[in-house]
Nanobody
């Protein structure tokens, strides 16, 4: 069974940086799209960024130019480098792996707070 575990969250000041990691355990192929979503106190998880097995990445407009997604297939890990953080980036961040067959795995989430 695949499990995803996020790390690297916490408190940052506006303008600061954090790096999130998400490690997958269990059997997972390299042919997965790895994504980050976030959820503020509202009910909806919103797309942040993703990266395909070919290395193509996409970002939400709200984070473009500030966040960078990357992956290490050998470690079954996806990263999210977050720079120039803003208070509105405060949310619980979730990683998601989606296989080519449509199977989806979610992490349990990690809190990021941006405040002075």
């Amino acid at each position: 069974q695949v499990q995803l575990v996020e790390s690297g969250g916490g408190l940052a000041q506006p303008g600061g940086s954090l790096r999130l990691s998400c490690v997958a355990s269990g059997s997972i192929s390299d042919d997965v799209t790895m994504s980050w979503f976030r959820q503020d106190p509202g009910p909806e998880r919103k797309f942040v960024a993703d990266i395909t097995s070919a290395g193509s990445s996409a970002y939400a407009d709200s984070v473009k130019g500030r966040f960078t997604i990357s992956r290490d297939n050998a470690k079954s890990t996806v990263y999210l480098q977050m720079n120039s953080l803003k208070p509105e980036d405060t949310a619980t961040y979730y990683c998601r792996f989606r296989t080519r067959y449509g199977m989806v795995h979610w992490g349990k989430g990690i809190l990021v707070s941006v405040s002075s």
